[in-house]
């Protein structure tokens, strides 16, 4: 049984030996699927003479071609169901030329004639479907709402002007084409970082020499210019030196001028290890903020956003208060909103207030302290409003549930037929 195993396991590693990705080699082919679009204006004038026509009673737009296929708008002035009394009219799109199983995406726009922009919008472009795309099985199928808008305020609203009602449509029709099989290219991923970092490493070809502290750092001025304004006016600027071969900097640390030549070569945010080695004794989130002073010192703005969104994440009551401090110190005002809003948590407001850094805040920068209560009372605001919403829910939802039946759409022929209900 054991020589049977190893036997099953040998030949297991000879058939993943000899599998190679698809990517090494070999031929490809592509399907891709898209959407013809096509839009359509449909204008009723005279609004007013086409109402009594009775349920189920329609006018139609002219056709319009999509994709291959002609469409028609269908508007039924006292609405498609006779059991809604003519309280609401109904729209459709209907497939007008011979079609099986013809998938599309719809919208619907009622415009609103005072220029204010205030359309009506029924739109399956910008949002997922979870049955993809409607698909209208033969000529005459239709997509729409038999609810699409409540008669009564659509006769005194704003889409109505000078007894004219105005609609436009657009239809998008899924094409699917084929791309036949090729010979591939397998293109590998970016690796100009880690070049770039080996020529830092390197020294090769340098030209300037920081002096930071007890350590020196050797760099290329042309690529620290072309990542730093700050750099690119201190060595070619008007005022600049471009024979300089050699910089003090005073105010950082040298493993956060490492951190931050680091992140201009590989334009990554680096690794505490990387910068100190395995017996570092600076946490991640120290080095963070250090950097992110370093950016602003330096204009490297994507480095700045990458030390924000890194303290975001490592955000609690032990370094909310020196954050905070460091983002109106650095004008982070993402940063100073979410520690804000973090301290004005009742859940964290006693246990921030007590420690020593809150305490050198309101010491060093008491306005904080305003912006802190406006923060807390904008919360309890909302609080309150939310409780509200909810003990006045069984109203709201209500309005919810007849909002939304007047929004259920369907599909069906001219006929009545059913087709399928869409939501």
Not at 186 to 208: A, N
Request: aromatic letters at 10%; one cysteine or more; charged letters at 25%.
């Amino acid at each position: 049984m054991t020589n049977l195993k190893r036997a099953r396991t040998s030949r297991s590693d000879e058939i993943m030996n000899d599998f190679k990705p698809f990517s090494e080699q070999g031929s490809c082919s592509r399907s891709i699927c898209e959407t013809v679009n096509e839009s359509h204006q449909f204008t009723i004038k005279g609004y007013s003479l086409v109402k009594g026509m009775g349920a189920g009673r329609y006018i139609t737009s002219d056709t319009f071609k999509v994709g291959g296929y002609d469409w028609a708008i269908y508007f039924y002035p006292d609405g498609k169901n006779p059991e809604d009394n003519s309280a609401y009219v109904s729209v459709f799109i209907a497939l007008a030329s011979e079609g099986t199983d013809v998938r599309a995406l719809f919208k619907l726009i009622l415009v609103d004639q005072t220029g204010k922009g205030n359309h009506k919008v029924h739109s399956h472009f910008d949002r997922p479907l979870e049955g993809g795309p409607y698909t209208l099985k033969y000529r005459g199928s239709m997509w729409g709402y038999k609810r699409f808008f409540r008669r009564t305020s659509l006769e005194n609203s704003e889409y109505i002007k000078d007894n004219c009602l105005v609609m436009n449509c657009t239809v998008g029709v899924v094409k699917t084409r084929f791309e036949g099989a090729k010979q591939c290219v397998t293109v590998p991923v970016s690796d100009m970082g880690h070049d770039f970092k080996g020529l830092l490493e390197s020294e090769v070809g340098y030209d300037i020499v920081f002096q930071v502290g007890s350590e020196s750092f050797k760099a290329h001025k042309l690529i620290l210019a072309a990542r730093s304004p700050v750099f690119r006016a201190q060595f070619f600027g008007l005022v600049g030196d471009p024979t300089l071969d050699k910089v003090v900097v005073e105010d950082i640390e040298p493993f956060i001028f490492k951190a931050m030549l680091l992140y201009i070569y590989t334009d990554k945010l680096p690794d505490i290890y990387e910068v100190m080695g395995l017996t570092s004794m600076c946490s991640y989130t120290v080095m963070v903020q250090h950097l992110l002073a370093a950016a602003d010192l330096y204009n490297l703005d994507r480095l700045k956003s990458l030390c924000e969104s890194k303290l975001c994440e490592e955000i609690n009551t032990d370094i909310v208060a020196p954050t905070l401090a460091l983002a109106e110190q650095h004008h982070c005002p993402q940063l100073k909103a979410i520690c804000l809003k973090f301290i004005a948590n009742p859940a964290n407001l006693g246990e921030v207030m007590q420690s020593e850094a809150f305490m050198h805040l309101k010491e060093s920068c008491p306005s904080m302290l305003l912006e802190l209560l406006e923060t807390f009372a904008s919360v309890d605001d909302n609080t309150r409003q939310l409780l509200s919403r909810k003990r006045s829910g069984s109203s709201v939802y209500g309005q919810d549930l007849a909002d939304g039946a007047a929004a259920a759409a369907e599909s069906a022929n001219p006929n009545g037929r059913r087709i399928g209900r869409r939501t």
